[in-house]
């Protein structure tokens, strides 16, 4: 089924994929997990799964897309009639609801931060006081609750305006705004005292850190980054121009959405370490360690309000992409109108949050497999459902759909000449990436203890 909808622009369409890669993701889970694995040790793993399982996965994911024109699902359908391939298409769409679920929650603690910031509400705060703070937030309930679903609403409201007058033009605006900001935060922390322990924790490999679990953490990040396994890059891909360069292009998302990740890095650990505050902490970083960090820094209201903006922009740019997972295939499968498919995902996602925002209540009795519902939703979507889709997404492509057909999706019919990469990105999908995953996901599920 092709696709009405298409990117208006090359740079429309690069800028709603960054966005839905860049996200808190890059900005809120990367430094606590580099902080929590060892920091440069991390990095040095990371970096070789984005380059051997991640980019691979995202051309192969990309290249269904572009081959089947239609959502995560009925592509599939398109390109293996008669199969069961089209399931790994509805994974991902249960993937992108389950994701939102505790994903629109980091966004709402993120917009009722920074209307703290902008109320200057970090000034003079002792550690203890912000700590307090931020638990009476989440034990208000209510309050997240509506700080979520006033999310959930502004992500709604501009997907329902369409791919290219919602998702691409909120995008194109935001996603600049979002590079200038960290660049901003980058060059500041540049100037911090802590500058260069801040660079030898996150450059420095202590290779002795290097263990099993921070591997699987790695590859589960690398997979969370970049939106692969769960259908993003598939709708995207169908409303892309099919003349464009895929390869070079999705080098240059995955380029940045790395970058990215890195500079969050520099500008997060040098303040930590010049306020003396243990980079380890989990992912309470950014809420409970960076407003302590403005509260003492020289411009810091300033800075927390950029910020607390720059994560909002982020978190936003990826609800988008989400909720566009679902909507495309709302629309197709049931036949409604975007607005409706839009608000009753919308609606589904409120509720579901509002029982996983409940659930992080102290007292909360809410329990799935021993986590609150939160925590939950949050291991299940990255450590199996992503990994699980990215799996079969690699099987597909590499030994289904095939070497021929990838060429001529990946090449535009030989217009491009991609050289020695070709072979060595088939490698890449075919081998590499499957057995990667396999290892992971079976580690994970316990099936065999390494
Ligand atoms: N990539 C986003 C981030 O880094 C999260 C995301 C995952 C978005 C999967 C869409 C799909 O925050």
């Not at 909808?5 to 808190?24: D, P, Y």
């Not at 902490?281 to 910020?307: C, E, H, R, T």
């Amino acid at each position: 089924m092709d696709k009405k909808e298409h990117f208006g622009s090359k740079f429309g369409a690069m800028a709603a994929i960054v966005g839905s890669a860049v996200g808190l993701g890059n900005i809120w889970r990367f430094p606590y997990m580099a902080g929590a694995n060892g920091g440069g040790a991390f990095i040095v793993m990371y970096l070789g799964f984005v380059l051997m399982v991640g980019l691979p996965i995202v051309l192969s994911e990309f290249s269904i897309g572009r081959a089947g024109k239609g959502n995560a699902s009925s592509s599939f359908s398109t390109l293996a009639r008669g199969t069961k391939w089209y399931l790994i298409g509805i994974l991902g769409v249960v993937t992108a609801f389950t994701i939102m679920t505790f994903y629109s929650i980091i966004a709402g603690w993120t917009a009722h931060f920074l209307k703290e910031a902008i109320l200057n509400r970090f000034a003079h705060q002792s550690e203890a006081e912000l700590t307090a703070s931020f638990k009476s937030f989440v034990n208000s309930g209510w309050q997240p609750i509506i700080w979520a679903c006033l999310t959930v609403a502004l992500t709604a409201t501009i997907v329902s305006r369409g791919v290219k007058k919602g998702v691409e033009k909120f995008n194109k605006i935001l996603m600049p705004t979002l590079v200038a900001i960290i660049l901003v935060m980058c060059i500041n922390s540049m100037t911090l005292s802590g500058f260069g322990e801040g660079m030898d924790f996150l450059f420095n490999p202590d290779l002795s850190l290097l263990t099993w679990q921070s591997a699987l953490d790695a590859l589960g990040q690398v997979f969370f980054t970049l939106s692969v396994g769960m259908g993003v890059m598939i709708t995207y891909g169908a409303y892309v121009r099919q003349e464009e360069n895929m390869v070079k292009s999705k080098a240059i998302v995955v380029l940045i959405d790395t970058s990215i990740a890195i500079i969050a890095g520099i500008a997060i650990f040098p303040a930590v370490f010049t306020y003396n505050i243990p980079p380890t902490s989990g992912p309470d970083l950014v809420f409970l360690v960076l407003p302590n960090i403005f509260s003492q820094m020289p411009g810091g209201y300033f800075f927390a309000i950029l910020f607390f903006v720059l994560l909002l922009i982020a978190a936003v740019t990826s609800t988008i992409s989400l909720c566009e997972v679902i909507t495309s295939y709302f629309t197709d499968k049931f036949r409604v109108s975007r607005r409706v498919a839009v608000w009753v995902a919308a609606s589904v996602i409120m509720v579901l949050g509002s029982l996983s925002a409940i659930s992080q209540m102290d007292g909360s009795h809410i329990r799935i497999a021993g986590l609150n519902q939160f925590d939950f939703f949050d291991t299940l979507s990255s450590n199996y459902m992503l990994i699980g889709g990215g799996l079969g997404i690699v099987i597909f492509a590499g030994w289904f759909f095939g070497r021929r057909n990838l060429y001529n999706i990946m090449t535009y019919n030989g217009r491009y000449n991609l050289g020695f990469i070709f072979p060595v990105l088939m490698f890449f999908i075919r081998f590499v990436a499957p057995l990667a995953i396999a290892v992971l996901f079976l580690s994970k599920l316990g099936i065999f203890k390494m």
